[in-house]
């Protein structure tokens, strides 16, 4: 209901104020087939329709027109691809992302963002490369905040352009099971973090990359830091693993277990999946991989990564 009463506002200021013509909510379509995944099997997402999606299709609809108004201007190039991704039409994205990356060679974050949908779509080295590039372009810059698409509940921004490009650059490697390398872009995350969310979220990666390196000591150096008491808006989920991995929350309260179902995200699923895995407990883990791909969002990060260690026991 709140969904629909910000639209119709929307909708009353376009025709009240700027004569424009209603959009056409309906004729908004996507591709719904993504690619294949690590396993083998089709990516397809469901076709968007205004009931469920009405607030992201205006919101599309707004930075289309933009774009069209002026597709010369690097953020509208920008917006256009990251409201197209939201959508789920993530190779759409990448099309968008690689016109603004010819137009404009020297702004990382269209790397950064094609970088991040390249993941999506399973396109990892493609990724890694767009990634790599990215980190050389912003070598001794500023460090800039990214404004949200889909705001957090204080509306507060909470992530910035290198931070994303190291934390996803590590992501991908991450990926491939390169952990070295993973464990690399992931400090320099961590270096450039501002704010307890990215800290939570990158410490995460880094305490998984460094048990599975058998570097336990260091492993639980990343924990030291981690407190109940820190000031998370958005990353609650990484931040109760690190507390799990401390031993001061169960695996119960972080899966949210009612009736045997679990309601907890595919991050949360995965981090609980990989602990059992590094302690030995390993077809625990595997059983919850497979539940992770069976019930979960394809596009979610912990089920791409039960995905890639999936397909590397296969």
Known sequence: ????????????????????????????????????????????????????????????????????????????????????????????????????????????????????????????????????????????????????????????????????????????YYLKNDLKNALKAFTNSLEASKNDDVQVATRHWLYMILQRMNLKDEATSILNPVTKDMNIIENTAYHDLLLFYKGERTESDLLKLENGLVGASESTQYGIANWHFYNGNEDRAINMFKNIIKNGNWSGFGYIAAEADLSRMQ
């Open 1 to 172: 209901m709140i969904k629909l009463i910000k639209i119709n506002f929307l909708l009353f200021i376009c025709l009240t104020f700027f004569g424009c013509k209603k959009p056409n909510l309906n004729e908004v379509k996507i591709n719904t087939s993504q690619g294949m995944s690590l396993l083998n099997t089709p990516l397809i997402r469901r076709q968007v329709n205004v009931t469920q999606d009405s607030l992201q299709i205006v919101k599309y609809l707004d930075a289309l027109k933009e774009y069209e108004n002026n597709d010369k201007w690097a953020d509208n190039i920008i917006w256009l691809g990251r409201r197209i991704a939201y959508l789920g039409d993530y190779k759409r994205a990448i099309e968008i992302y690689t016109e603004g990356i010819n137009k404009f060679p020297e702004d990382a974050r269209f790397l950064r963002h094609r970088g991040h949908r390249y993941i999506s779509t399973r396109q990892i080295d493609n990724a890694i490369a767009d990634f790599k590039k990215a980190t050389t372009l912003i070598k001794n810059t500023e460090d800039v905040i990214e404004p949200d698409g889909n705001p957090n509940k204080l509306n507060q921004p909470i992530s910035s352009l290198h931070t994303n490009i190291y934390y996803h650059l590590g992501l991908a």
